[in-house]
């Protein structure tokens, strides 16, 4: 270790909000049990927090249910659905500074990336998906004889959505907004690591005017909570971002309980391309950001760095020099690039591939160890002369550890790119449209960058081929997804 941190700034606010919400009220769990949730910048406590388990998960989902089948939302007017999702937008925009507290402090990302991109982009799903509320609509189509056929669009019901802790409010937006725009009721289940901002946000929908039962908000673990929305026979439909291990259980509680239909978003180890004729400062500094950016914590990171054999050298050299100017620090300090990674445990898992990478005869560059001597900062990381089969080249590390690969040819890339079970996104870099092309059709992905990473608008389709997932979220693809189609044939 080297470099100390500073002390840790303290945080602003009080937390308020640590009970389940159930039923438009915040109550304590069943049991009466409760865990703690931990700063990263130190790995003390922050809260203790109700923790729920499968009596609340039922107390949650009947709750849900009567909200649809009886309550008010689904019946109300789409327009209305839409003002409340309007009102909400605004309400957590005008609280977007203790919300974006409550996510670093519980998460460790940087204060300024909450406050200044995700709680915007999480207001603008929110307003994107209010907008399509009274805009969901089916079709007519002709038939063979004499009948009209139209198709109805309709909610499924009750939505159990299951989020990580990597970015607990943006994806509680592609959730949440497209499954309530559509007129179902949510059961959402946050990560462990992560409950505090859900808590804070969803009681101000309840301002907002959402009415009771309609979004009901568990903390609690994975085997317990988890697992019983997942085997729930009351729940219609299933929202899961999280690892492909956990995946795998959740499709297979999903298929063994009541066949609901599953939306995974899942891991990845996304390429990024770098070929001969890509403008290479502008390669760097993108590659750069598309690992680092929230600790390398990000299902999309481009976590494979290929580099044609030509600039390679010079790549390396310049990705380098990048990295030792990362700015790491207490993640609520103005400037502060990279904050501590989110638990012991990930942080263990990560320096281990660091070990392996260097064991196995990667080159380090520069990082590789601990930053400071509390909690979990990590060095930016660089290897070069990685080689395919190395575990820093085949896993998701999660963590800031930039693998640099070098190619001859595009075929070679192509099929290097492909030779992994992930499908989730991949960048390219390359001033020629032929290459860009070739290389688009070629990739077995949901998400193609091409000089450009990690840009997501609310109206772009995000989600992963192979191992990576099923199906899409955010866009119409997104609200598609929480809607059931009804044909109805009548005789003209
Ligand atoms: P995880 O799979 O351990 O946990 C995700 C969520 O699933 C948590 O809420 C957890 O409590 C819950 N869970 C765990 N076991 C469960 C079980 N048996 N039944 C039901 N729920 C269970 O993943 P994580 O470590 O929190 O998150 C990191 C992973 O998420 C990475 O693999 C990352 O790639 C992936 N991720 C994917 C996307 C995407 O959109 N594709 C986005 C962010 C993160």
Same mark, same amino acid.
């Given at each position: 270790t080297s470099a100390a941190i500073d002390e840790p700034i303290k945080p602003s606010i009080q937390i308020d909000h640590t009970q389940l919400l159930i039923n438009g009220k915040f109550v304590n769990s069943a049991s009466g049990k409760t865990f703690p949730t931990y700063d990263p910048r130190t790995g003390e406590e922050i809260a203790?927090? =109700?923790?729920?388990?499968?009596?609340?998960?039922?107390?949650?989902?009947?709750?849900?249910?009567?909200?649809?089948?009886?309550?008010?939302?689904?019946?109300?007017?789409?327009?209305?659905?839409?003002?409340?999702? *309007?009102?909400?937008?605004?309400?957590?925009e005008k609280h977007t500074e203790e919300v974006a507290t409550l996510e670093t402090w519980d998460n460790g990302k940087p204060y300024e990336q909450a406050a200044n991109i995700e709680i915007p982009k999480v207001v603008r799903m929110f307003r994107y998906y209010a907008g399509w509320a009274d805009k969901i609509h089916g079709l007519t189509m002709p038939a063979d004889r004499e009948y009209h056929v139209q198709t109805?669009?309709?909610?499924?019901?009750?939505?159990?959505?299951?989020?990580?802790?990597?970015?607990?409010?943006?994806?509680?937006?592609?959730?949440?907004?497209?499954?309530?725009?559509?007129?179902?009721? $949510?059961? !959402?289940? /946050?990560?462990?690591?992560?409950?505090?901002?859900?808590?804070?946000?969803?009681?101000?929908?309840?301002?907002?005017?959402?009415?009771?039962?309609?979004?009901?908000v568990i903390s609690g673990f994975g085997p317990?909570?988890?697992?019983?929305?997942?085997?729930?026979?009351?729940?219609?439909?299933?929202?899961?971002?999280?690892?492909?291990? /956990?995946?795998?259980? $959740?499709?297979?509680?999903?298929?063994?309980?009541?066949?609901?239909?599953?939306?995974?978003?899942?891991?990845?180890?996304?390429?990024?391309? $770098?070929?001969?004729?890509?403008?290479?400062?502008?390669?760097?500094?993108?590659?750069?950001?598309? *690992?680092?950016?929230?600790?390398g914590q990000c299902c999309c990171a481009g976590s494979r760095t290929f580099v044609h054999e030509s600039v390679y050298d010079e790549f390396v050299e310049k990705a380098k020099a990048r990295a030792l100017k990362r700015a790491v620090g207490d993640p609520f300090k103005k400037g502060t690039e990279q904050g501590p990674q989110i638990d012991n445990a990930q942080f263990q898992k990560i320096l281990k591939y660091i070990r392996s990478g260097i064991e196995g005869g990667a080159t380090l560059e520069t990082g590789g160890e601990q930053l400071g001597s509390t909690g979990y900062y990590i060095k930016p990381t660089v290897f070069s002369n990685v080689k395919d089969d190395m575990l820093i080249a085949t896993d998701e590390i999660f963590g800031p550890v930039q693998s640099i690969l070098k190619f001859k040819d595009l075929d070679e890339v192509i099929?290097? =790119?492909?030779?992994?079970?992930?499908? !989730?996104? =991949?960048?390219?870099?390359?001033?020629?449209?032929?290459?860009?092309? /070739?290389?688009?059709?070629?990739?077995?992905?949901?998400?193609?960058?091409?000089?450009?990473?990690?840009?997501?608008?609310?109206?772009?389709?995000?989600?992963?081929?192979?191992?990576?997932?099923?199906?899409?979220?955010?866009?119409?693809?997104?609200?598609?997804?929480?809607?059931?189609?009804?044909? $109805?044939?009548?005789?003209?």
């Amino acid at each position: 270790t080297s470099a100390a941190i500073d002390e840790p700034i303290k945080p602003s606010i009080q937390i308020d909000h640590t009970q389940l919400l159930i039923n438009g009220k915040f109550v304590n769990s069943a049991s009466g049990k409760t865990f703690p949730t931990y700063d990263p910048r130190t790995g003390e406590e922050i809260a203790h927090v =109700a923790e729920g388990d499968a009596e609340d998960i039922d107390r949650a989902v009947a709750a849900a249910r009567k909200a649809f089948d009886e309550g008010p939302w689904p019946k109300m007017t789409a327009y209305e659905r839409s003002r409340i999702m *309007l009102r909400f937008a605004d309400l957590l925009e005008k609280h977007t500074e203790e919300v974006a507290t409550l996510e670093t402090w519980d998460n460790g990302k940087p204060y300024e990336q909450a406050a200044n991109i995700e709680i915007p982009k999480v207001v603008r799903m929110f307003r994107y998906y209010a907008g399509w509320a009274d805009k969901i609509h089916g079709l007519t189509m002709p038939a063979d004889r004499e009948y009209h056929v139209q198709t109805l669009h309709e909610p499924y019901g009750v939505t159990g959505l299951i989020i990580p802790w990597n970015f607990p409010l943006l994806l509680y937006s592609w959730k949440v907004g497209p499954a309530l725009a559509c007129g179902n009721t $949510v059961v !959402l289940k /946050t990560s462990e690591q992560t409950p505090l901002s859900a808590l804070y946000v969803s009681k101000l929908f309840h301002e907002a005017g959402l009415p009771p039962g309609v979004l009901n908000v568990i903390s609690g673990f994975g085997p317990t909570a988890g697992a019983a929305l997942c085997s729930h026979m009351n729940v219609d439909k299933l929202s899961f971002t999280g690892s492909s291990a /956990t995946g795998k259980v $959740v499709l297979g509680m999903a298929s063994s309980s009541n066949l609901k239909p599953v939306t995974l978003e899942l891991g990845g180890k996304s390429p990024f391309i $770098v070929c001969k004729d890509a403008d290479v400062d502008k390669a760097v500094d993108l590659a750069h950001f598309a *690992l680092f950016f929230n600790q390398g914590q990000c299902c999309c990171a481009g976590s494979r760095t290929f580099v044609h054999e030509s600039v390679y050298d010079e790549f390396v050299e310049k990705a380098k020099a990048r990295a030792l100017k990362r700015a790491v620090g207490d993640p609520f300090k103005k400037g502060t690039e990279q904050g501590p990674q989110i638990d012991n445990a990930q942080f263990q898992k990560i320096l281990k591939y660091i070990r392996s990478g260097i064991e196995g005869g990667a080159t380090l560059e520069t990082g590789g160890e601990q930053l400071g001597s509390t909690g979990y900062y990590i060095k930016p990381t660089v290897f070069s002369n990685v080689k395919d089969d190395m575990l820093i080249a085949t896993d998701e590390i999660f963590g800031p550890v930039q693998s640099i690969l070098k190619f001859k040819d595009l075929d070679e890339v192509i099929q290097r =790119a492909n030779a992994t079970s992930y499908g !989730l996104a =991949a960048g390219v870099f390359t001033q020629s449209l032929e290459t860009a092309n /070739t290389l688009t059709r070629a990739l077995r992905v949901g998400t193609v960058w091409i000089n450009c990473y990690d840009i997501f608008d609310a109206a772009i389709p995000f989600g992963g081929f192979k191992m990576s997932g099923h199906g899409r979220e955010k866009g119409i693809y997104g609200l598609s997804s929480y809607l059931q189609i009804k044909a $109805v044939v009548s005789p003209l």
